[in-house]
């Protein structure tokens, strides 16, 4: 049985000092992975966790909070900030890069929530950035909600409401753009799925391989004809299989097209779809995709 489904993704930016522990980011990566699987088709959502640590590559010439605000904070959708006992390295821009992070996705306009682990401080714990993580907790009280969490348990339970939250806010704007024009059909949009398969090598070695797909939806009320789209950059992404003119498209239902990805494929790109409605009108919608 096919568990595939068409869904808009989110990038969850991860930010934190160097103190949270690995363990603490593999819980968060769980529970994402747990909350797509059991709440990702009913929002037709899917959120990808990053973090600089794993997802950034080394550049020379720049600034590192300049490489880390272009290449994953400026296209994440939300960010979770993660404190413990340190407030991180400060410098001339900013007291840390996690306070930095926080205050850019801010002022962008996206969702940040700011946890605090309540777990016993070690013993070598550096007293001066207690005393700076303190402070720097009080003076964003006016403007941030700060919960904390003290195990396993709670943490998935944070990162459970803040996923849940964040969904239901999407779904309400979506319902908002189809009710606040009804005489508007929303036609085609283009969209990236992906289908996972296990396979096993000549080794023995189970390998987990994911197949990455443009598909094309008809959101409106009415058959759309005609359709064709184009995506822009297409450099090392080539479309593989049929890629002639769709004839006719009813409403509510897709058709997808396999992609080819490689290492010089574009972390994101424009696709624009083109068709005709009933009444005989050239329409065009254009969506920034990430296959990531």
């Given at each position: 049985m096919s568990m595939a489904y068409a869904s808009t993704t989110l990038h969850l930016l991860i930010s934190a000092p160097q103190d949270i522990t690995e363990g603490d980011r593999a819980i968060i990566e769980r529970s994402v992975s747990r909350w797509n699987f059991n709440y990702g088709r009913q929002f037709q959502l899917t959120v990808l966790p990053i973090w600089w640590g794993e997802h950034a590559s080394a550049e020379f010439g720049e600034h590192p909070q300049d490489v880390i605000n272009r290449q994953l904070l400026d296209?994440?959708?939300?960010?979770?900030?993660?404190?413990w006992t340190r407030l991180g390295t400060g410098s001339e821009?900013?007291?840390?890069?996690?306070?930095?992070?926080?205050?850019?996705?801010?002022?962008?306009?996206?969702?940040?929530?700011?946890?605090?682990?309540?777990?016993?401080?070690?013993?070598?714990?550096?007293?001066?950035?207690?005393?700076?993580?303190?402070?720097?907790?009080?003076?964003?009280?006016?403007?941030?909600?700060?919960?904390?969490?003290?195990?396993?348990?709670?943490?998935?339970?944070?990162?459970?409401?803040?996923?849940?939250?964040?969904?239901?806010?999407?779904?309400?704007?979506?319902?908002?753009?189809?009710?606040?024009?009804?005489?508007?059909?929303?036609?085609?949009?283009?969209?990236v799925d992906f289908r996972e398969r296990v396979e096993?090598?000549?080794?023995?070695?189970?390998?987990?391989?994911?197949?990455?797909?443009?598909?094309?939806?008809?959101?409106?009320?009415?058959?759309?004809?005609?359709?064709?789209?184009?995506?822009?950059?297409?450099?090392?992404?080539?479309?593989?299989?049929d890629s002639e003119d769709i004839?006719?498209?009813?409403?509510?239902?897709d058709i997808r097209f396999?992609?080819?990805?490689?290492m010089g494929s574009p972390s994101k790109f424009n696709c624009t779809v083109k068709w005709t409605d009933p009444n005989g009108s050239a329409r065009e919608n254009v969506a920034t995709l990430r296959p990531i």
């Open positions: 296209d994440a959708d939300l960010a979770l900030a993660i404190f821009r900013a007291l840390s890069g996690t306070a930095e992070e926080i205050e850019r996705m801010a002022e962008a306009g996206k969702t940040v929530s700011v946890l605090h682990c309540a777990r016993a401080v070690p013993g070598n714990s550096n007293l001066e950035q207690q005393i700076a993580l303190r402070d720097y907790l009080a003076s964003i009280k006016t403007k941030a909600l700060v919960m904390s969490y003290a195990n396993e348990a709670e943490l998935i339970s944070r990162v459970d409401n803040l996923l849940s939250r964040q969904a239901t806010q999407f779904m309400a704007k979506v319902s908002d753009s189809k009710t606040g024009s009804p005489d508007q059909d929303l036609g085609v949009w283009p969209s096993t090598d000549q080794k023995g070695r189970v390998r987990t391989r994911r197949s990455h797909y443009i598909v094309l939806t008809n959101k409106g009320t009415s058959p759309a004809r005609d359709i064709s789209f184009s995506i822009d950059p297409d450099d090392g992404m080539i479309l593989r299989g004839e006719v498209l009813a409403p509510e239902g396999p992609l080819a990805l490689s």
